[in-house]
């Protein structure tokens, strides 16, 4: 404003009039500044619309200009010096208003987008974390209710005929759905306790198919200890007995073996008799498999933790947990 | 009081059991054989000829379904089921009955007496027919056949087909060393094989892609196994499109 003064007294204009135009020019830039700042606080455009704000800017500095000179004008419609001097300096006056409403209006829209871009990357954020959430979740409850029908069924069966044995099965159920509808604060738990909760399935299900159904554990003592998401292993598990029964005849034995690998990394395999000769049906994996392939990769970001092997008669899922 | 025998088939010892025990109350009713899969059911059938069977639909190797479309002249059935209610709808019209793993004393009965009365008021047995067709219907994708062949059942991989023929009221499936029947039409084939995989390439002849050696415009396809198998102008055109020709 001080520089717009000295110039103009500089070209020989009266100190009281420079100070008059000095105030009126950046009264309406300010003004103008003011619109922009409101108007683009309501109306951010795209990237793809900044050809708009360009032509927006054009217009209000041609009508400020236009404003400003006007006013002058008939202030001072006296003053013939003056006179000459403002219409002469038209165009100098207008390349400062566009040179500054250019400036403003740049500086508001770059301030608004930054502050969109920021926030929207906080919301994707925060719904990735949310489904991933939501997603786990839901893994780790897929019950098959197939499972809970037909031991209740069992179990309705045994209290007519040998009370005790259904009572220690309802207690073994309950256990078992005590375990799987915990809310899980905690992710990780021992193998030792996975593999307990793991035989509370396993018994309620031999019940259920009597002889059929045989089991081996393979514990690697020093395995005990390490850790592993909540509730990997019964699907799987539970994807191996449907396996192994519905898709052949006779007994079926399930191997459930440990290992660690130095430390570092604790390898689970499960293993069932199946029958390659009607297996193309199953397409594959099943959706047990699928579901704790997705969960840990949601966890580990590693797609390569559940391998799967047939070998003969035998399917085989082995699952690594990395240990930290 | 009339007589009846009944066969009790599921994969689950206590399940028979509860049916067993259920039972007890009906002294007229009597227990022929308890079988643990469907292929046992086939036999026990067969052997018995019972007026009703306790049917589980998942067994080992083939579901309750699947043994019912073996069996001819199919007697009376209660489904017994852990099935969601809704999978069971479409058979309620068809189907005797059906009862929810785990159900009560009560609901048994109920359905002994809806079969008596069945099975007392007319000489005709339901309309199986009607029901496998209810199970066709709404069953998904074929993943892989069941044929009955002497008196042995043979569960065929899809792999194994290299082609299906209309035969009369049957159609005749052809694999490498064997040629088996089933009570089935040429639609319900073509609903149920995938169509990328499996091409109706004449009223009378589906043929899978795989199998195709060479094809003898307009009237001809080759298979591997050196079949000459006719084809139609709509089939053709079906071939083309599978085969991106």
Known sequence: MLMHIYLLVDFGVDPKIAVVDSFITHFIFALTSFIIYITLKYYQPSKE?????????????????????????????????????????????????????ATITLIQWLGNYMLEQQSDGDRKQQSESFTKEAELYNLRQQLQPHFLFNSLNSISSLA????????????????????????????????????????????????????????????????????????????????????????????????????????????ISISNPFDPSTHAQNTGTGFGIDSIKRRLYLLYANNDLVQIEMKENLFLVRINIPQT | MKKYTCVIIDDEPLARSLVVEYLLAFSNIEVMQECSDGFEGVKAIAQHNPDMIFLDVQMPKINGFEMLELIEN?????????????????????????????????????????????????????????????????????????????????????MDIQYLEAYGDYIKIHTANQVYLKKKTMNYFEQHLNAKDFIRVHRSYIIPAKEIQKIDPPDFVILRSGMKVPISKTGYAKLKGVLGM
């Open chain 1, 49 to 101: 619309n900044f050809f708009y704000i360009r032509i927006w800017a054009l217009l209000l500095a041609i009508g400020n200009t236009f404003v400003i000179v006007n006013a002058l004008q008939y202030i001072y419609a006296s003053e013939a010096d003056y006179q000459s001097l403002l219409s002469k300096s038209i165009a100098l006056r207008f390349c400062y208003q566009i040179l500054m409403v």
């Open chain 1, 160 to 267: 007519g005929s040998r009370p005790e044995e259904a009572r220690k099965m309802i207690q073994q159920l309950s256990e078992f759905l005590r375990h799987t509808l915990r809310k899980d604060e905690k992710q990780l738990i021992t193998l030792e306790e996975e593999l307990y909760q793991l035989n509370l399935y396993l018994e309620i299900e031999k019940v259920r198919f009597g002889n059929r159904l045989k089991s081996v554990v393979i514990l690697d003592e020093n395995c005990e200890k390490l850790l592993l998401p909540v509730l990997v292993l019964q699907p799987l598990v539970e994807n191996a007995i449907k396996f192994g029964l519905y898709d052949t005849l006779g007994e079926v034995e399930i191997v459930i073996q440990s290992k660690c690998m130095d430390g570092k990394w604790l390898q």
């Open chain 2, 74 to 158: 199919p007697p009376a059935v209660i489904f017994t089921t852990a099935f969601d209610a809704y999978a069971m709808k479409a058979f309620e019209a068809n189907a005797l009955d059906y009862l929810l793993k785990p159900f009560s004393k009560e609901r048994f009965h109920k359905a002994i007496e809806k079969m008596m009365n069945q099975l007392g008021s007319s000489q005709d047995r339901p309309a199986y027919d009607a029901l496998v067709e209810s199970a066709n219907e709404q069953e998904e994708m074929l993943t892989r056949l069941v044929v009955k062949h002497h008196q042995a059942v043979v569960v065929l991989p899809l």
